[in-house]
């Protein structure tokens, strides 16, 4: 009997081997071979759905050095504003950037923004960390870290001593940044995710000025992470 189980569970084990074998060489298969014709990949902004926080009604808003402690400007002080909106760079229909302005930037001057996301394509597709355009850079961002963008074209990541020392008139930084949303989750065709960060214009912006940048979202097929 003892013998006999023996025979059994060697060949059950010689079974999956065998099945275990086919599945990886399979799978392999479809990660390193991507087939155009079985659907489209498209991720783009959705047409109408930026949200900025700050709409130049009660009073502009304020935070801390390193986008903390928001607060609504007690003398209901409105000076600066934001505006937003989505372009097609590449011309194939989607609307892959978002572009911001700072209008009549000063100092501790905050908002939140955001817009929506939708998958155009007919295949799922993972959400890849957004690309921030600022003059002639351009710059993949980590999802919850502060980034500054400086007068000379830079983007940097500050250390937290570099965000508690207060910059002064006449410092290289005059933008903080901070992305919130979304990278490597699954996003399907028809979905729409929200995606948002943190603005706030800091001490050494010049004064009277307009800024301007850009943000994009990418996405791979969902079967091509390793």
């Not at 100092?107 to 817009?115: A, D, L, T």
């Not at 960060?197 to 390793?226: H, K, M, P």
Request: charged share 15%; hydrophobic share 40%; with cysteine.
């Amino acid at each position: 009997m003892r013998k006999r189980f023996l025979v059994l569970c060697l060949a059950a084990a010689i079974s999956l081997s065998a099945v275990g074998f086919g599945f990886a060489k399979w799978s392999a298969s479809v990660g390193a071979t991507v087939n155009p014709n079985t659907g489209s990949l498209k991720i783009g902004w959705i047409s109408g759905s930026h949200f900025v926080m700050d709409s130049d009604a009660f009073g502009d808003f304020h935070a801390l050095q390193g986008l903390t402690g928001v607060f609504r400007d007690p003398e209901g002080k409105e000076v600066a504003s934001t505006t937003t909106g989505f372009v097609d760079t590449n011309g194939d229909g989607v609307l892959d950037r978002f572009n911001v302005t700072v209008n009549n930037a000063y100092p501790f001057y905050y908002n939140e923004i955001s817009g929506q996301i939708t998958n155009t394509g007919t295949i799922p597709a993972i959400i890849q960390k957004p690309k921030l355009y600022w003059m002639s850079t351009e710059k993949v961002i980590e999802d919850g870290f502060v980034y500054w963008l400086g007068k000379d074209g830079q983007i940097i990541q500050p250390t937290a001593a570099q965000i508690a020392t207060p910059l002064q008139v006449g410092d290289n930084w005059v933008l903080e940044l901070c992305w919130m949303d979304n990278a490597d989750r699954q996003l399907h065709p028809g979905v729409r995710f929200e995606e948002s960060f943190d603005l706030q214009v800091l001490q050494a912006a010049d004064q009277s000025t307009t800024y301007n940048f850009g943000i994009s979202v990418e996405g791979i097929q969902w079967n091509e992470i390793r």
